[in-house]
Structures are given as structure tokens and as C-alpha cells.
């Protein structure tokens, strides 16, 4: 069946000469019998016919025909998230409560912008362009995006309730001012 596959020919149940497309077909067919389908071997060799099922186990590949590791290291690029896009340096993604607590401290007496989004929320995504041109014009001002979709319970403690969702704070103030918006408003 080898020979025959690597040689471009395979016998036509119908006898006579065989096209590409049928020779393909046939190939199909003849694969059909070596490789295991659901755990157990096919007995036909005509891609049209019926398949029989056997209670036999179907056999380990040979080891030459297994890829060996490392054969098949297919790497892509990590997709950037709409909210990862147009990050200036004055932006950044809060981790955890802790990590929101200790950048709120460590800001001092500097304007704090949270922004709390949902990947899935379109008026958040609408708004993250015009989010990060504010940031660009204002580098003195820092912006953190808190994702509600992982910090669910933070945000429900800090009574988010509503996306887009936008917090102010500054130094010894604390909350200044607090708002949900659109794109539109």
C-alpha cells in the first residue's frame, strides 16, 4: 500500500486508468485501512463502501512515523487585547485589590484615573482609544484599567455596578469624583 501511495498510483476498484481525483480518493481509502478511526480499524479499501468495525485495538504508530519533539513547535504571536492597544507609560493594568491600594498610594498627591472595563463591553472598547489619548496628552495623570471580568468581587465591593465605569482620585483626598459614561456622553 506504501509503494503504491508514494508512487502516485493506486488500483481503481472500477479497473481503467485513474485521474488525480481518484487517485486521491484512492490514496483516502487506502489510508483509511491503517489508520484508526475511533479507536478501531476499518476493514474496507473503497472510500464509497461501508466501513466494518472490529473489536480489534487499533496498533501503535511505528516509532519512525511519530514526530519527534520538537518536530511540531508551531508558535503564533500572541493576539493583542483591544484594552492592551495604545498603552502609554502612564497606563497599566491593575493585577490585584493589593496592587490597586498600593498604586493608589504610591501616586501621592498625583491625579489617579481607574477604569473599570469588561472585554466584552462595547462601550468600553469604544471609549479605550479616546482613554488613551487623554493619557497621551496628560503624562502627569496615571491611568489603571481594572478588568471586571477578573476582579469581579473588588468591584462589587467598590459598588461597580455599571461599564464603562470611572473612578478620580488624588492624594490625601481620596474618591474625588466617580461616573459611568459613553462614547456618546
Not at 15 to 22: E, I, K, L, Q, R
Not at 72 to 94: D, Q
Request: hydrophobic residues 40%; contains cysteine; charged residues 20%.
Amino acid at each position: 500500500m506504501a509503494e503504491a501511495l508514494c508512487n502516485g498510483v493506486v488500483a481503481s476498484p472500477c479497473g481503467g486508468d485513474v485521474g488525480v481525483a481518484a487517485r486521491v480518493r484512492g490514496a483516502a481509502a487506502g489510508l483509511a485501512e491503517s489508520v484508526p478511526v475511533g479507536g478501531y480499524r476499518t476493514n474496507s479499501s473503497f472510500s464509497a463502501g461501508r466501513m466494518a468495525m472490529t473489536d480489534k485495538k487499533a496498533r501503535p504508530m511505528p516509532r519512525s512515523i511519530e514526530a519527534a519533539p520538537g518536530q511540531m513547535n508551531l508558535s503564533f504571536p500572541k493576539a493583542m487585547r483591544w484594552w492592551e492597544k495604545g498603552l502609554h507609560p502612564n497606563m497599566r493594568e491593575i493585577e490585584s485589590a493589593q496592587d490597586l491600594a498600593d498604586s493608589l498610594l504610591n501616586a501621592g498627591d498625583k491625579l489617579v484615573v481607574v477604569d473599570f472595563f469588561s472585554p466584552g463591553c462595547g462601550g468600553c472598547r469604544a471609549l479605550h482609544p479616546k482613554i488613551a489619548q487623554f493619557a497621551e496628552k496628560n503624562p502627569d495623570v496615571m491611568f489603571l484599567q481594572v478588568n471586571y471580568e477578573t476582579h469581579k468581587s473588588m468591584c462589587y465591593s467598590l459598588h461597580v455596578h455599571v461599564l464603562p465605569f470611572f473612578r478620580f482620585y488624588r492624594g490625601a483626598e481620596g474618591r474625588v469624583s466617580s461616573f459611568s459614561c459613553t462614547n456618546a456622553t
